[in-house]
């Protein structure tokens, strides 16, 4: 059986937010007061729509806002993991599952050569119009109080391995790579097999230690933290050589 991979993105598999970096396409590389304080918690998607519908205002089109998002960095070491994982794909599958959106994440996967290690993106979608505008949209409704109305990691992670399973796909374990705190509700529903990885110094990493050391359930997966995608790739490479023996 094969091990699945899970990322998020932002602070994950990049090194910054891609929501934030578009910014750096405007003149000023900065959004107005009056912009800024439209956001309501948990409503990200909608503040970027209106984000986005600025900087289209501005006059500024999809060649621009691509060249500046390719300059947006991996996280170290990470470019090595996803070229492993190309390589060794009868092994591993791997998604994503993120708060950015698809046109982001398609370009910068696609600066780096690395779309081939990836099966399979869940996250916002996005288009650009007849204006050339580029418009965002929620990825799907759900009903989990602890997450943002746009997306909830932990469905979609379950989503996906029912529709794997009735494929005939079963995974002899998940890993689940993240940094921030819409990532614990994923790692909630991870098994004893599974390995929850945090990136160290961030949220999630903090969050995890505040469940496993509270009176409630802690977490049944093993937590590895990382710093960087050689910390991932090491992981790796210990799970497929006990899964050898």
Partial sequence: MKTLLVFDFDHTVIDDNSDTWVVKCTPEQDLPDWL???????????????????????????????TVMETLPYTAGMIDLLKFISQNKERVDCIIISDSNTIFIDWILHAADTQCAVDKVFTNPAHFDDRGYLNVQCFHSHSCAQCPVNLCKRKVLEDFLERQL????????????????????????LKKSDVAMPRKGYSLERLISKVNAGNSRRLEARVVGWSSGLDILNEMNSLMKQSCL
């Fill in 166 to 189: 009735m494929a005939g796909v079963q995974y002899q374990q998940t890993v689940y790579i993240g940094d921030g705190g819409n990532d614990l509700c994923p790692i909630k529903s």
């Fill in 36 to 66: 800024k304080n439209t956001y309501q918690k948990g409503h990200w998607t909608e503040y970027m729509g209106r984000v986005l519908a600025y900087i289209g205002d501005q006059g500024i089109r999809e060649d621009a806002i691509r």
